[in-house]
């Protein structure tokens, strides 16, 4: 089936996902044209000493095996980097599945061969995800795999998954753990190979993204401690049993969320009468629960319009159902059908939440946001209000900023012209 891909930078891909891993390094073996998506992605993150590539060509298939072929290109690969990387990720590709490639022999002769380098199993197989995890969820578990269960830290919580820092003036869970004398620990904190081995000494795991809550419950599984899913919910109900269960699993006790949730309430009726009856459009990149941002604004006032999105996640059923119920007016857009491609756009004067909403808009006022943005509970209320706030406030260069991966890094292409 034919799909559009609108001009837009997306969440982060495989190669941004990897890089997060300290003096980590990826190998990927495949055919070039396979190749080019993610050599891009690392000369746009400026990560090209990070990057490897063993291509595979039709006369290899032929001449060799790919067990063989694999292990001596890694090889080489490694033999040609100045110093052994503490970490490897071999990325195998959708030839591999189609050949029968062992797998376990490969990365049993390359751990052979470099006791020194922790080498993940990863995967650029797109056309096995419609029979299980995707490349982007077996990478979040494969990426973990290196930690081992060290001396336990009391009072320390890895919150771990999700591909943007959380911080605690916008996120109730690191706010809350923190005032009550919690260490937080998370992936962009460290610094070096050390500090990621260290993540190990975590008491608890929590995760908010849903492609990680497979990922970070088998690793705290593997080490054995305690692990909580907490999706970024953003009605009262969900975000006050998350944080009991969080207190109850923790040890903290009871959690007073009333202030909090009295000054979101507030924050958002502040914004609502600033952005008056503008249109609202949101788009499912900007956060793992777009019907649930839909039916927030909505329940408060904000003259939501249109979702854009092609499928609804699990987490988000009970929004989606909601607002069809009781959001009159609210429309649902697909993005990839190929007659998104000549549809027409907005007048421009709508406020988008999230790139591809900005896009299909055609608008300047628009919060440039991707997975939630490491919001969550009250405090990521409050932020989001003052992100549309913002975006009301002050034009951005949609054509410029759009195209830019994973938020804000350059791109390899000219800026495209839509019209």
């Not at 970024?232 to 207190?247: C, G, P, R, S, V």
């Not at 927030?296 to 929004?319: H, M, P, Q, S, T």
């Not at 900005?358 to 300047?364: C, I, S």
Request: charged share 30%; net charge negative.
């Amino acid at each position: 089936m034919l799909e559009f891909n609108a001009p837009v930078h997306g969440t982060w891909n495989i190669v941004h996902i990897g890089m997060a891993v300290p003096e980590s390094h990826q190998i990927y073996v495949c055919a070039v044209n396979c190749m080019r998506g993610v050599v891009m992605t690392a000369l746009e993150m400026g990560a090209r000493d990070r990057f490897s590539c063993v291509t595979i060509e039709e006369k290899d298939m032929f001449s060799d095996n790919l067990e063989t072929l694999t292990i001596e290109g890694v090889c080489e690969v490694i033999e040609k980097l100045d110093k052994h990387p503490r970490n490897i990720m071999v990325f195998t590709v959708c030839v591999h599945a189609f050949m029968g490639a062992n797998l376990k022999k490969i990365y049993d002769e390359l751990s052979k061969r470099y006791p020194d380098i922790d080498f993940c199993r990863c995967y650029m197989d797109p056309i096995m995800q419609k029979n299980g995890p995707s490349p982007d969820m077996k990478l979040r578990y494969a990426m973990f795999e290196p930690l081992v269960p060290l001396d336990i830290k009391r009072n320390t919580v890895a919150l771990l998954g999700c591909d943007l820092k959380m911080e605690r003036e916008q996120n109730d869970i690191v706010a809350c753990l923190e005032d009550n004398g919690f260490t937080v620990m998370q992936l962009q904190d460290c610094k070096d190979y050390d500090d990621y081995l260290s993540l190990g000494s975590a008491e608890y795991f929590i995760t908010t993204y849903p492609n990680a809550e497979r990922a970070i419950g088998r690793t705290a599984k593997r080490l054995g401690r305690k692990f909580m899913y907490m999706p970024a919910h953003l009605d009262d109900e969900h975000i006050k049993n998350e944080l009991k269960e969080l207190a109850d699993m923790t040890g903290i006790g009871d959690v007073d969320v009333g202030n909090g949730a009295i000054a979101a309430k507030t924050e958002l009726k502040r914004v609502r009468e600033l952005v008056g009856d503008t249109e609202i459009a949101i788009d499912y990149i900007a956060h793992t629960e777009p019907c649930g941002v839909a039916r927030l604004l909505f329940e408060n006032g904000f003259n939501v319009k249109r979702i854009y999105l092609d499928a609804v996640a699990a987490d988000d059923k009970d929004n989606e159902k909601w607002i069809r119920e009781n959001g009159s007016g609210i429309e649902f857009i697909p993005t990839i059908t190929p007659e998104t491609r000549v549809a027409k756009k907005g007048d421009g004067r709508a406020l988008a939440i999230g790139p591809k909403a900005a896009w299909a808009e055609d608008t300047k006022h628009f919060v440039n946001i991707i997975e939630g943005g490491g919001l969550f509970g009250y405090r990521g209320i409050i932020a989001l209000a003052r992100l549309i706030e913002d975006a009301y406030i002050n034009e951005k260069n949609t054509r410029d900023i759009v195209p830019r991966k994973a938020v804000g890094l350059m791109s390899c292409c000219s800026t495209p012209d839509w019209r």
